[in-house]
């Protein structure tokens, strides 16, 4: 069971329906800078079967936001930060990772 902090993403790929969902994330043990890099597959996976924990972290608010696996209304499998309305830990709003 590892824990893991999402620090930046990468990939938005445009779906048919014209919206973007994540493919790659860059992730730390706790670090600001990306130390690999997880496809959402990857994500996915070891959320459901290995029980690790992914978050976010927001600066402005010193507060983590956990990591979720969802099925988004176009079918796609993806991943979700929880909504708890701190702009900064949303992984929709993470910066891209270069």
Known sequence: MAVKRIVCVENRAETPEGHRHIVTVGVSFGGAE????ETVDVVRANLLDNNDTYYTWS???DTVSL?????CSCGAHTIRSKPDAVADNDLNRMSDCH
């Open 59 to 61: 600066p402005s608010h």
């Open 34 to 37: 990306p130390v690999s890099f």
């Open 67 to 71: 990591v979720d696996v969802v099925s």
